[in-house]
């Protein structure tokens, strides 16, 4: 705070060194002088509504969705009407069923690895606490591809199985092409998210809840189940609420399946019916669902600050040596997880792979792979772009309003690709409907363009480069900035000449999060790529579909490569931290 000793020219940090060709009043100087407030309020309101841009972006195809509720013919209402009477029912069923079973299954595959590497000692338990996070490099799909050639009737598991028992066929052999098997696929490829949450769940929580369970009687198992688990609860949610969104926003492995699902239902009134406005009113079921995970995921999120010993740092647990079988078992029940998620998949494409290499089309693997790399390098430097302007705006002008854009724009990575697809075709379309008569132009002028598609994109994987960036931003005292204002440094300039070098790190992250989503991202690639342009996603989904799974191998080990590298740095940290 200044006083009424402080010189003139000098300033605190919310004001700017005085020119040095003239005197400056000191009236202009003081923080407190109403010049100064008013140029202090039309910043922050400035940077206040700079925060909002990314989410009106974000927000767009959400409004292009909900358009479409009060729009429509007779013939979507028939469309509609005909759906509900026929299959919507099955395809309501299904996303229920899947969702139940998939939620189970990464709670166990989650919660039972997550204690086991954080509670005790067991041969190859550091390796597996950061294994345990490789099937995010796998995409769902690609399990799904992998299963199906692996347990199929023709594949190798059931052709040996007749040749051991001498049947013709096995009608007790579950078949994977169901609703049972995609919950297996999702449940083996989403639990890291569970794992993950668990895991810093059980560290950060103070070992003396655990060890005063186990002098009241306690076993291990029941101290789990009476005071880690409460404890741990918003945690679960949160981790659980993420994997059905991932789940409800898969296409790729329910649509190879065959088990029809509400979005494959989205992408059926779309495409097979030709209406459009139907599928965006589905899409709006979909996404009223979403939200209400999201809802549940926030307020899950909101109750973390009351658990815990307040006051206190987690106090490292002091683990339990298993050795001899029960070493083994805990191993065991570890590295299945993995097996299913990651191991069994990667090893049965790349058996694929292997045998079949004279027939990938290496001059159009070339291309698949410069378009893939090309969307995905735009894309993400768009998505740091936006994160650092709604980073630093969140720095300069923090409060409700600000929060409330941040808020908005993670909503996006909760949207799933088909949502983000029609809600921003509806308003594109207009769009090209009026440039058009404008113009005088015929056809379309924004929609089938890779311009479309780079904004899906940023939609939906904004979020992911601010959360990185925002970590960074936390990284760097505030005193910094109060230093680069009494230096005459700020707005743009304090971004570009003070913050920017510190955030090189954090900004490389955020780049290589979105490059490896955009990477593996299906639906809306699907939807909204411009004519003859394939990427690897997409051709590997091409491929499999036909049932040329041996060609499809190469571009989705592909995909699994580049997707390990952020796993791999998540990995190093996880290891770091042991």
Known sequence: MLTDATPVGVSSAHTTVAPTGGQTPASRQSPGSPRHRRRHVRGVAGWRLVAWIPAFVVLVPMFGILAALGAGDADTRAVLAHMLDTVLPEYALNSLRISLAVSCGVLVMGVGSAWLVVHYIFPGRRVLEWALILPLAMPAYVTAYAYTDFLQFAGPVQTALRRLLGADRLVWFPEIRSWYGAAWVFAGAFYPYVYLLARTAFTEHSQRFFEAARTLGCTPLQALVRVALPLARPALVAGVALVLMETLADYGAVAYFGVPTFTTGIYRAWLSMGDRVAAAQLSACLLVAVLVLLIAEARSRARLRYYGAPGRAPTTARRTHLRGLRGGLATIGCALPLVIGFALPALIMLRLAVSELDQVPWP???????????????????????????????????????????????????????????????????????????????????????????????????????????????????????????????????????????????????????????????????????????????????????????????PALTLVLVGLLPVLVLARAIARRQ
Request: overall charge positive.
């Open 364 to 554: 159009r693997y070339g291309e698949w792979v410069y378009n893939t790399v090309r969307l995905a390098a735009v894309a993400a430097l768009v998505a740091c772009v936006f994160a650092l302007v709604l980073g630093y705006a969140q720095r300069l002008a923090p409060g409700r309003i600000t929060r409330i854009a941040v808020r908005l724009v993670g909503v996006g990575y909760a949207i799933p690709g088909a949502v983000i697809a029609l809600g921003i075709l509806t308003p594109v379309l207009h769009l090209d409907t009026w440039l058009g008569n404008f113009f005088g132009a015929n056809g379309l002028v924004l929609a089938g363009t890779g311009g479309v598609l780079i904004y899906a994109y940023l939609v939906r994987f904004l979020p992911a480069a601010l959360q990185s960036v925002d970590a960074g931003f936390a990284r760097i005292a505030p005193n910094l900035d109060a230093s680069a204002r009494s230096l005459g440094v700020g707005g743009w300039s304090m971004l570009r000449r003070v913050h920017l070098p510190l955030l090189r790190g954090s900004v490389l992250t955020a780049a290589l999060l979105v490059f490896v989503d955009v990477m593996k991202e299906l639906p809306a690639t699907l939807a909204l790529r411009p004519f003859n342009m394939d990427t690897l996603a997409v051709i590997t989904s091409h491929l499999a579909a036909d049932e040329r799974l041996a060609e499809a191998a190469v």
